[in-house]
């Protein structure tokens, strides 16, 4: 009796889906953000009399620089040992999951415990994402819509609060 058709896909994903869950959460947690909160401010740009190219480089370092080390990371921990690169991933995850809480937690506005709340979201975040491909696709899916319409248009400004309507 062949059990092969039975046996459970594997959770880990490839390379190239681990670097574009990488870049998406780094989207999300870190770049959008940092534009929203610039966006809301345009003085601070004007304070500091910031050139165009400034703005770029900006863009650049948020969008593009700081997504390629994170994946150049992972990559170059994948090439010392799988073991080493997938406890790699999972810290990188893991961080970024951590931020994610810290910003749905700051909505919560739990005052003195923003910081447990976002350790135990970004527990039970990184609790899924590992156990769960569903997870992984979603991750996938918003990385394609937020490359194609850009990650402002995808998301939205009331990213906080539909994530809180749903929890």
């Not at 345009?42 to 593009?64: H, K, N, T, Y």
Request: charged share 15%.
């Amino acid at each position: 009796m062949n059990t092969d058709k039975y046996k459970k896909p594997p959770v880990s994903a490839g390379p190239l889906a681990r670097s574009l869950h990488l870049m998406a959460l780094i989207q999300l947690v870190v770049a959008w953000p940092v534009y929203d909160l610039l966006g809301r401010y345009p003085e601070f740009f004007v304070a500091r009399q910031a050139q165009p190219g400034d703005i770029a480089f900006l863009v650049l370092v948020l969008s593009v620089a700081l997504p390629l080390l994170l994946v150049g990371l992972q990559a170059l921990a994948y090439g010392i040992h799988p073991k080493v690169g997938e406890t790699v991933y999972a810290l990188i995850i893991f961080s970024l999951l951590l931020l994610l809480g810290h910003l749905i937690a700051n909505k919560l506005d739990a005052s003195g415990y923003v910081t447990v709340w976002a350790t135990l979201l970004a527990l039970l975040f990184f609790f899924i994402y590992r156990r769960t491909q569903a997870v992984k696709l979603f991750v996938s899916f918003h990385r394609k819509q937020a490359g194609r319409f850009g990650l402002r248009d995808c998301v939205g400004d009331t990213f906080g609060a539909s994530v809180l309507h749903h929890l």
